[in-house]
């Protein structure tokens, strides 16, 4: 099922193949964001301080560099891995490739949402292929996502409908990142394009759908690589929070799950109480 949500801006907002409505509001806090100096290298969240890690409170976990394909909200990604103990570096999907992978010493690859193709979006697809010759962890969200298919050989095609803020009913079979999640969730959408089931390789497993088909989770059936099409960051997505410690569990992490259980209960608070009486 894909239901309609009101035109809030509680979660993220990109434009193209990520689209994401927004308010007025929403849409002038996205301009001042796109006005900021350019963000390359940065070594913490811009999370709460208090979930930050280091601080006595949470223990660095892993060490993750997130690639930001010029998506304006990818500290809301940045945040959720704060929140849970990473150490988080990111950079621009221009700024960073295959060649600075080891020089980082990370712990696994985050490639962010963004707007456009996989082909556009910078080194992406150069650190998707980097990653898999490493095996080293690697988590894909709607671009990352796509461009994860794109290098194993399925075409990005446009998706049966134009989603601008759609929740849908993700059914899955509870592996990957997506392990320990009731079937089917609900997730949020902001997306044109999608895989082409059909050209994916027997070795990348499709662990996640819409009831129409629509491609919506998959994982590398030997390495650690996982993709969603969804946002497992925005407020209207269930288990956003497991699904992010599930991955740095695949990275080597170490995770307070209790800890996940209660930021997970406070984004259900928070939603609950958005959209009481819509």
């Known amino acids: 099922m894909t239901r309609q949500v009101p035109d809030v801006r509680l979660d993220l907002a990109a434009p193209a193949g990520c689209a994401r409505a927004q308010t007025a509001a929403g849409a002038a806090a996205r301009r001042g964001a796109q006005r900021r100096p350019a963000v390359r290298d940065l ?9 930050q890690p280091g601080n006595g409170r949470q223990p660095v976990n892993a060490r993750i560099l997130v690639v930001d394909n010029y998506d304006s909200f990818v500290y809301n990604l940045v945040q959720y891995l704060g929140q849970l103990g990473a150490e988080v570096i990111v950079r621009r999907n221009d700024a960073v490739g295959p060649a600075e992978l080891d020089d980082l010493s990370v712990d696994g690859v985050l490639i962010s ?3 456009g193709i996989p082909q556009d979006a910078g080194n992406a697809m150069a650190l998707v292929s980097a990653c898999a010759e490493r095996a080293l962890p690697l988590f894909g969200v709607c671009l990352g996502h796509q461009a994860i298919g794109a290098v194993f050989g399925a075409p990005i095609v446009r998706a049966p ?3 601008h803020g759609k929740t849908s009913d993700i059914a899955h079979d509870a592996t990957g990142v997506l392990a320990g999640l009731p079937s089917p969730i609900t997730a949020t959408r902001y997306h044109s394009l999608t895989i082409e089931e059909s050209a994916l390789p027997p070795e990348i497993v499709v662990t996640g759908r819409t009831a129409s088909g629509v491609v919506m989770a998959l994982r590398h059936a030997t390495l650690p690589i996982d993709g969603v099409q969804f946002h497992p960051e925005s407020v209207l997505t269930q288990g956003g929070h497991r699904i992010v410690a599930n991955w740095l569990v695949r990275c080597g992490g170490t995770v307070d799950w209790p800890r996940v259980e209660q930021l997970g209960a406070d984004v259900d608070a928070l939603r609950a109480t958005a959209f009481a009486g819509v």
């Open 113 to 115: 949402p963004g707007p």
């Open 43 to 51: 070594p913490v969240d811009r999370a709460t301080p208090a979930d």
């Open 161 to 163: 409908e134009l989603l």
